[in-house]
């Protein structure tokens, strides 16, 4: 069997991407597998053009606020169908870019939907699933599919739409129900709020984002509640009926709500379909790819990275995980990726973002007694004039003995910029008399971190 390829990588998304590149650079021979379109999910049908719709949702804000400071205008309406189109075309742009750096890396890029035939050998499909076209083989496999979006196992699903298609609609309709209390939930919630939809949120827990720190999920609630979503908290669809664009949902307190659409943002699975990874022995734990420190799975020469692993599914993460698996595999640097203090953000409206321990984890890791908690919420400046928005919410969790800051969390304007860069000295174990030593830039949100005591 002629290996032709020292690494094969399956998918072109952030973690397939990333470790292909890197590999090249260290001079092996690399072909990259995509069947869709190279990018993945942040760059196609997630990070990127969800946030560019965020940007344009934010408007709702500054339109309404625009008199208090003396602007006005006439007639200004939000147009959901440019915005759609405007990102669409953005994400045209980035995908050919994708491409071309893809090519100017070295890397070949296969179009196709590729199966194990063996552990070094790789069947390409022109449609998943479908008959093979074409074999290549390879050294090295790298499994980098990704996940998608999962569908509640209820009647009636497939009238919902999943986050994937709400990027491919022309325009929204007036009334939207969002099913699920997550990330994604609660990023289009806000969005579509923002640009003027009606949107009811069924959550099927008591409160939002399970795990995150519960004042700064309860911040996000009071914020969201304040710009016009409606919750229906401890409820979920049981049923849904009629036709895209005419829904009728039932839920399980009997209750029946019509819309124009329901987005159900359930939460998200390893992309496994077809890929035949039993053919070649390799071991899973529940739904996601099992793999060691190196990205190894049980397969000596097959490796796995990103949302298919299915450990922290977010694309600095994936990211971070293909460079180390080449670093370590062609540049014999034997890189671990550090899982620790990952940063994150919720693109919902407040934006809220967070590193380290919520208080209710570190209450259990440290306990009660061991730790401080520091924080201050208040009406930001930007809305001092029209009077109208959510609150700030800055929090600080302190390991009391050691005082060295265990969790940061924040809700309300460039929340996500603000985390990422404490996310740094945290990362370094800096203590709350650091921040203190630090001269607070006023008038600031950020200032608050260390102005509070
Ligand atoms: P999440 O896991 O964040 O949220 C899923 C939500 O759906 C939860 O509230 C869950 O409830 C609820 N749910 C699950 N099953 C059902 C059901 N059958 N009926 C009703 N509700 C249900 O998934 P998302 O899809 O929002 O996002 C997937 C992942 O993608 C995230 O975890 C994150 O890693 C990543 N992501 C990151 C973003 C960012 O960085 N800004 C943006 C978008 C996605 P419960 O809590 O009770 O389980």
Redesign the pocket.
């Known amino acids: 069997m002629e290996k032709s390829f020292d690494l094969i990588v399956l998918g072109a998304g952030s973690g397939g991407l990333a470790a292909a590149k890197r590999a090249a650079s260290y001079g092996a021979k690399v072909a990259i597998v995509e069947g869709d379109r190279v990018g993945g999910t942040c760059v196609i049908r997630?990070?990127v053009p969800?946030k560019l719709l965020a940007y344009g949702s934010l408007y709702k804000d500054h339109i309404e606020a625009a008199p208090s400071f003396g602007v006005c205008f006439s007639n200004a309406h939000i147009d959901a169908g440019i915005l759609l189109n405007n990102v669409r075309t953005e994400v045209d742009r980035l995908n050919a870019l994708h491409i071309s750096n893809l090519k100017k890396s070295g890397v070949e890029l296969i179009s196709g939907w590729g199966s194990f035939a063996s552990a070094h050998c790789i069947d390409l499909a022109k449609e998943k699933g479908g008959p093979s076209i074409r074999q290549i083989c390879g050294e090295s496999i790298l499994i980098a599919v990704g996940?998608r979006?999962s569908r509640?196992?209820?009647q009636g699903a497939s009238l919902g739409w999943v986050?994937d298609e709400m990027f491919l609609q022309k325009s929204f309709p007036e009334k939207v129900v969002v099913?699920?209390?997550?990330?994604?939930?609660?990023?289009f919630s806000s969005i579509l709020t923002g640009l003027g939809i009606s949107v009811t949120q069924?959550?099927?827990?008591p409160h939002?984002?399970?795990?995150f720190d519960h004042e700064l999920s309860l911040s996000l609630e009071n914020g969201m509640k304040e710009y016009g979503v409606d919750f229906l908290f401890e409820t979920?669809?049981t049923l849904i009926q009629g036709s895209r664009g005419d829904i009728s949902l039932s839920t399980n307190h009997a209750e029946e709500i019509s819309c124009g659409g329901v987005l159900l943002?359930?939460?998200?699975k390893p992309f496994l379909d077809n890929l035949r990874l039993d053919s070649v022995g390799i071991k899973l734990a529940g739904e996601r790819i099992m793999i060691d420190n190196h990205q190894t799975t049980n397969v000596k020469n097959i490796f796995a990275v990103g949302?298919v692993t299915d450990r922290?599914?977010?694309?600095p993460v994936a990211i971070d995980e293909g460079r180390a698996f080449a670093d370590h595999l062609y540049g014999g640097k034997s890189r671990k990726v550090n899982y620790d203090l990952v940063a994150?953000?919720?693109?919902s409206y407040p934006e809220i973002a967070t590193v380290g321990l919520s208080e209710d984890k570190a209450k259990k890791l440290y306990g009660s007694e061991n730790i401080t908690v520091l924080k201050s919420c208040f009406r930001p400046m930007s809305k001092a004039l029209s009077k109208k928005g959510s609150k700030c919410l800055l929090k600080l969790v302190l390991d009391k003995n050691s005082e060295e800051i265990i969790g940061c969390h924040m809700a309300g304007e460039n929340a996500a910029e603000i985390i990422q860069m404490a996310a740094i000295p945290i990362g370094m174990k800096a203590k709350k008399s650091d921040f203190d030593n630090t001269m607070a830039l006023h008038p600031s949100i950020a200032e608050e971190f260390v102005t509070m005591t």
Do not use: H, M, Q, W
Request: glycine residues 20%.
């Open positions: 997630g990070c969800k996940g979006p509640p196992a209820i986050s099913v699920g209390g997550g990330y994604i939930a609660c990023e069924l959550v099927r827990g939002l984002l399970r795990g979920v669809p943002a359930t939460g998200r949302d922290i599914n977010l694309t994150s953000a919720v693109f």
